[in-house]
């Protein structure tokens, strides 16, 4: 069955989904730990750094003022792992639509493997052994 890129890139928004979509497990998983990763080591949570904000509920006007930069620099590099990820499951998709489709010699439509004929225009296939 084919995928479409489209709908791998825009279910890739949401972590390891657009991959598992395509059937790539560990490629999901790994995308998805990948952002893991930078959500602890961007939102100070390793080293217990300016990422505190996110935590206190209330407190001091202190906490909130360090928000906007904190957010900001949480929020770019998981955006920018997130739209690589997109990519990513994009690519993967055109790349595998592309791999084992051949084309009708008459109408040029893809051409299923298991028939013999296009479903198409009824034209008959011969199959030459190498």
Do not use: N
């Not at 972590?15 to 999901?28: D, I, N, Q």
């Amino acid at each position: 069955m084919q995928r479409r890129p489209v709908v791998a890139a825009a279910l890739a928004v949401v972590p390891a989904l657009g991959h598992a979509y395509l059937r790539k497990w560990t490629r999901g998983i790994a995308w998805l730990s990948l952002l893991v990763g930078a959500a602890l080591v961007f939102a100070g949570l390793s080293e217990g750094g300016s990422g505190r904000w996110l935590s206190s509920a209330g407190g001091s006007t202190g906490a909130f003022s360090t928000a906007p930069a904190g957010l900001t620099a949480f929020a770019v590099p998981v955006g920018v792992v997130i739209a690589l990820s997109a990519v990513d499951a994009y690519v993967l998709a055109r790349r595998e639509g592309r791999r084992g489709v051949l084309a009708c010699p008459r109408c040029g439509r893809g051409v299923d493997l298991s028939l013999r004929f296009c479903w198409y225009c009824a034209v008959e296939f011969e199959y030459v052994e190498r």
